[in-house]
């Protein structure tokens, strides 16, 4: 007997595959890829929690998430960046209140190949080598000495929907800011490590829990002559780093029932550590 959906929207139950008798609550949960990963990591632990409910992750992005969750699709939207206020109105008009949660903190890191020598950037450097009007198209006006043929800089960027884009271009670019025409624009956060680690003339924006030892991360300074620091889970946490933002979960109107209480626990001090092993900073305090 396979589990049977009865309808589609919000909470829905599910008959158990064997017995017959017990039934589950199924909580959907959609969104950011900068947050697929712990989410999923969230709803596997959670299982031990409370065997009643299962949580169905996916992600397509924040934009994507916000959507389904205004639409009645998904019990919970993952997002990187907060809603806009088009999507607040939008969710009104289709008699849904969001209610926001913080969830965790995350360095966004700009990654770059291991064989590029450049020790750190400010948000300057990044706005005129990312932004409509920059004129930063060559690691030579950076004085960085590229291997011979790969002076040129290869922008790995995100798409539209993605809330890391919406972030990188409101903090680095300027609210108002548009993206230069010609990067090459990835579907998922995993996707844009992957391409700047097989690239050697790349550089990239991502979050800090997909960095592998196939990439480099450049510290970032606010303006030139300030310090420039790394992207970790410390300086997310003290703000340190020029680049870090906020992580949301998204519910239509205030959470009740097992939605609740599975944001509860995901606030809580085990949910909050499997996001700190993860590589995110916590949004309260975690005892080892």
Known sequence: MKP???APGLALLLLAACGGGESRTL??????DTLVNVAQAWAEAYRQVDPTVVVAVSGGGSGTGISAMINGTVDIANCSRKMKPS???A???NGVEPVEFVV???ALAVYVHPDNPIESLTLEQLRRIYGKDGDIERWSQLGVKMPEGHDEII???RQNNSGTYAYFREAVLGGDGEYKLGSRDMHGSKDVVDLVGHTPGAIGYSGLAYATDEVKLVPIARKEGDPAVAPSVETASDGSYPIARPLFMYTAGEPTGKIKEYLD???GPEGQRILREK???PARAVVN
């Open 27 to 32: 909580i959907q949960n959609k969104g950011s």
């Open 91 to 93: 969710a009104e008009n």
């Open 87 to 89: 999507e607040i109105e």
């Open 279 to 281: 590589g995110y900073a």
């Open 104 to 106: 965790g903190y995350d």
């Open 155 to 157: 922008r790995i960027s």
């Open 4 to 6: 049977t959906l009865y």
């Open 265 to 267: 626990w995901v606030l």
